[in-house]
């Protein structure tokens, strides 16, 4: 694999320099601490890293100002500034549609800035350890620590006493490209940028889909801002994994497989793609009239309640290892490798819904349905006759019940699960009637 580098020319003078690698659709990796082209394809973990994620794509990367092969005496360094800076490079490559990937640091803010304003323009956006609001992630008399002691000595190693001497050797390789990057003082500007964002009022813009990528156990953006985030985007998928660093290079097989299956790429092996015929459990969820709640409370309101509605779902998934296939509008449909896992997510749903509701802070009531079997899966979504038979079930549940085939009832049984028999219904596109339950969940 070779890699290619050119300079584009910002509207205020700065130059730009930008690489590209691999082939297949164009993926723009926004910059979002620091970098340097030429020295990162010359070390062997970002090598690893760059070549993973050009794996099936056309991966279009570039040196912040103030870093790497850009200018790097400039006047002004700011979000706006770097804001520019991508677009100066999406620009100068005439790209008319493509994939933003954010994995960390600064580059969240950057690439939610960005596509907010070209929604024609990015075809999908893919986040990780990203976040809304910069005040969130540290309290300031903390934050302005970091800031003096970055500006003045780098960022800082972060090393674990309990890391494999493989793992030190890389983290130390890592520091050392830093330091070669960009200054002490650039690198304390990105820190300040990162605290001083706040791109909270862009998230409903985010029309296009997303994929938002978080560990949990994130030691510079909480889990917590993570999902938030998702939370707020309207199309967003939401996938929690095991991890502490926000460093990409130290999971990057797992980020480079998800986002090439968000993609639907499959580089010939199929290992990225959906396995058709899995026994999966299908979970639907549907918020009580949505349009009338739209009418009664207003737009803004009304969408509040959605996020709340797609927060307390998605913690749910985390909890309970579910995957988020897609937003419905007015629910979310998602898929479990169990049965009790589904029908555990399920009761978490209604609960955590009811607690808010009794709280008097916000009610949304909410059907769900759930059905298991072989669904067929193609482009990270799932079809067939187990995927439109939860679909009815969930049609047929009141707000704030749960309802599953007699499947799922079969699949739980032992596990502690209280059902009520609601008969056999006629369902539409189905010839012969389906018996259904009722999970006791308060």
Known sequence: MDQEIGFCTTADGISIAYATTGEGPPVVYVTGFPGHLSLEWESEIARGLIEELSQGVRLIRYDMRGSGLSDRDVPELTLERWVEDLRTVVDALGLDQFTLLSLGFLAGPIAITYAASHVDKVKNLI????????????????????????????????????????????????????????????????????????????????????????????????????????????????????????????????????????????????????????????????????????????????????????????????EHGGTEIKHTGDGIMASFTSGSSGLAAAVAIQRALADRSEAGDDHVHVRIGLNAGEPVAED?????????????????????????????????????????????FEMRGFEDPVRIYEVGWR
Not at 381 to 407: H, K, W, Y
């Open 127 to 318: 986040l990780s350890s990203a976040f809304l609001l910069g005040s969130e992630l540290s309290p300031p008399d903390r934050a302005k620590t970091m800031i003096d002691y970055i500006t003045a000595y780098g960022l800082p190693a972060g090393m674990d006493m309990d890391m494999e001497a493989e793992e030190v050797v890389k983290l130390q390789s890592a520091v050392r490209l830093q330091r070669k990057s960009a200054s002490t003082e650039v690198q304390g500007a990105v820190v300040r940028a990162m605290f001083e964002a706040d791109v909270r009022g862009l998230a409903d813009s985010i029309s296009m889909p997303a994929l938002v990528m978080h560990g949990q156990e994130d030691s510079v953006v909480r889990f917590a801002l993570g999902r938030d985030l998702a939370a707020r985007l309207p199309n967003a998928r939401f996938v929690p994994f095991v991890a502490s660093a926000a460093s990409p290079w130290q999971h990057q097989e797992f980020l480079a497989r998800e986002i090439r299956s968000f993609l639907g790429i499959d580089l010939g092996g199929g290992a990225d793609a959906p396995a058709a015929g899995a026994p999966l459990t299908i979970l639907f969820t549907d918020m009580e009239s949505s349009t009338a709640t739209t009418q009664r409370l207003g737009d803004e309101k009304a969408q509040a309640l959605v996020r709340l509605h797609n927060s307390v779902v998605r913690d749910a998934l985390a």
């Open 380 to 424: 990270r979504d799932l079809f067939g006759t187990a995927v439109q038979l939860a679909s009815r079930i969930c049609d047929r549940a009141q707000p704030g019940e749960i309802l599953v085939s007699n499947v799922v009832r079969e699949l739980v049984a032992g596990k502690g699960f209280l059902f009520a028999d609601r008969g056999e």
